[in-house]
């Protein structure tokens, strides 16, 4: 049998928050899964890795913005709806998770994919979805980002859409709508459908948010609902995150969660270092705390946590899909497998890279 964990410290615990269990159970070889702690149809289980090192290897992408060592500009050309440029200026690798929502430039945008970048790389292209459908003006830099991750489904089509389709050219405006600059030739066939067709179900999903938490900014625009300035989002959410923000043990080994909405697993973030998982912990836990909010539409909820059995279901599902594809990058290698009721994205550092051999980021979607 594993070893106990030490009691869970819970600081929503007046308000409904409780652990489950007081064992870890196996997930594989290294990786064990913790008691899961619940606030309203809200769970999440901790994830911890034998094997996991104390490092702080790699700069954030809010890090590097307020340092001045990460840059993100818009296309020189004038601006490309799905295509940006990032610049890491800084000594430490660069880590972008996918799902981030950059604030300002032409328009606010969604990150597509996770991007590692070494020391000193220069205008690296990534394929980014629009989040702010109303407005294409401003400036060319972007300063910061929002401080929610996306939703769930925002991040599945906005992968869906940046790894599978691996658009090699972006996307542009014009008067009308959006063109692919290499279409007329050819170039990258069926990408410019996939991208359009992704860029479509991010707008429509943001039009839902936007609604559901009765937010109606001016240019369309995402950021009020994930900054939680918007209609009610801020009320809605907020419990979840006072909740449950501090209620995950300090514990070294801890490099991500299994998350589930209404007793059923939707999400797991695992990264390869404890580290990471600390500093983008806070973003993560705002947006599951939203599809939360939006699932329970200001109703009272029954608890229903993560169970082993449904986590290791849901883990299962997603990596041994039969359906693969391989995104490889500069600096970034993706790879996608898709089971019949969940995706994975596993992203870590392209082999004869300055960071070969390193694993980054596990995320596992339901569909």
Same mark, same amino acid.
């Given at each position: 049998?594993?070893?106990?964990?030490?009691?869970?410290?819970?600081?929503?615990?007046?308000?409904?928050?409780?652990?489950?269990?007081?064992?870890?159970?196996?997930?594989?070889?290294?990786?064990?899964?913790?008691?899961?702690?619940?606030?309203?149809?809200?769970?999440?289980?901790?994830?911890?890795?034998?094997?996991?090192?104390?490092?702080?290897?790699?700069?954030?992408?809010?890090?590097?913005?307020?340092?001045?060592?990460?840059?993100?500009?818009?296309?020189?050309?004038?601006?490309?709806?799905?295509?940006?440029?990032?610049?890491?200026?800084?000594?430490?690798?660069?880590?972008?998770?996918?799902?981030?929502?950059?604030?300002?430039?032409?328009?606010?945008?969604?990150?597509?994919?996770?991007?590692?970048?070494?020391?000193?790389?220069?205008?690296?292209?990534?394929?980014?979805?629009?989040?702010?459908?109303?407005?294409?003006?401003?400036?060319?830099?972007?300063? /910061?980002?929002?401080?929610?991750?996306?939703?769930?489904?925002?991040?599945?089509? @906005?992968? *869906? =859409?940046? +790894? #599978? &389709? $691996?658009?090699?050219?972006?996307?542009?405006?014009?008067?009308?709508?959006?063109?692919?600059?290499?279409?007329?030739?050819?170039?990258?066939?069926?990408?410019?459908?996939?991208?359009?067709?992704?860029?479509?179900?991010?707008?429509?999903?943001?039009?839902?948010?936007?609604?559901?938490?009765?937010?109606?900014?001016?240019?369309?625009?995402?950021?009020?609902?994930?900054?939680?300035?918007?209609?009610?989002?801020?009320?809605?959410?907020?419990?979840?995150?006072?909740?449950?923000? /501090?209620?995950?043990?300090?514990?070294?080994?801890?490099?991500?969660?299994?998350? @589930?909405? *209404? =007793?059923? +697993? #939707? &999400? $797991?973030?695992?990264?390869?270092?404890?580290?990471?998982?600390?500093?983008?912990?806070?973003?993560?836990?705002?947006?599951?705390?939203?599809?939360?909010?939006?699932?329970?539409?200001?109703?009272?909820?029954?608890?229903?946590?993560?169970?082993?059995?449904?986590?290791?279901?849901?883990?299962?599902?997603?990596?041994?899909?039969?359906?693969?594809?391989?995104?490889?990058?500069?600096?970034?290698?993706?790879?996608?497998?898709?089971?019949?009721?969940?995706?994975?994205?596993?992203? /870590?550092?392209?082999?004869?890279?300055?960071?070969?051999?390193?694993?980054?980021?596990?995320?596992?979607?339901?569909?």
């Amino acid at each position: 049998m594993a070893a106990a964990l030490p009691a869970v410290v819970c600081l929503g615990a007046l308000i409904g928050c409780r652990a489950t269990s007081a064992e870890e159970v196996r997930l594989d070889a290294n990786r064990t899964l913790g008691a899961a702690v619940t606030f309203r149809n809200l769970s999440v289980a901790p994830v911890y890795d034998s094997r996991a090192v104390v490092a702080d290897t790699y700069t954030t992408l809010d890090e590097g913005l307020k340092a001045r060592t990460v840059t993100v500009k818009e296309s020189p050309q004038g601006g490309d709806v799905n295509r940006l440029y990032v610049s890491n200026l800084g000594k430490k690798p660069v880590y972008i998770i996918g799902g981030e929502v950059i604030l300002g430039g032409q328009q606010d945008r969604c990150i597509g994919k996770d991007l590692l970048l070494k020391p000193g790389a220069k205008a690296v292209p990534i394929t980014v979805f629009c989040v702010e459908h109303g407005r294409w003006s401003g400036t060319a830099s972007f300063t /910061g980002s929002a401080k929610t991750l996306a939703s769930q489904t925002i991040r599945l089509s @906005a992968q *869906d =859409g940046a +790894v #599978v &389709a $691996a658009v090699p050219e972006p996307t542009r405006t014009r008067p009308g709508g959006l063109i692919n600059r290499n279409q007329a030739s050819g170039e990258a066939a069926g990408s410019y459908e996939r991208i359009s067709r992704r860029q479509t179900d991010v707008w429509a999903a943001v039009a839902q948010k936007n609604a559901r938490f009765k937010a109606a900014p001016a240019s369309g625009t995402y950021r009020e609902v994930l900054q939680g300035t918007g209609g009610n989002s801020g009320a809605s959410v907020d419990p979840y995150v006072k909740a449950l923000s /501090g209620a995950l043990p300090a514990d070294k080994r801890l490099v991500g969660v299994v998350t @589930a909405v *209404d =007793g059923k +697993v #939707v &999400a $797991a973030d695992v990264f390869g270092e404890p580290a990471l998982f600390r500093k983008l912990w806070p973003k993560l836990l705002r947006s599951y705390a939203s599809d939360a909010a939006e699932a329970s539409n200001g109703k009272p909820a029954p608890a229903r946590p993560v169970t082993p059995a449904s986590a290791r279901a849901f883990l299962a599902e997603a990596a041994s899909g039969a359906g693969k594809a391989v995104d490889r990058a500069a600096d970034t290698t993706i790879t996608r497998l898709e089971g019949r009721k969940a995706v994975l994205y596993r992203s /870590g550092a392209s082999a004869g890279g300055a960071m070969a051999g390193k694993a980054v980021h596990e995320n596992y979607l339901a569909k």
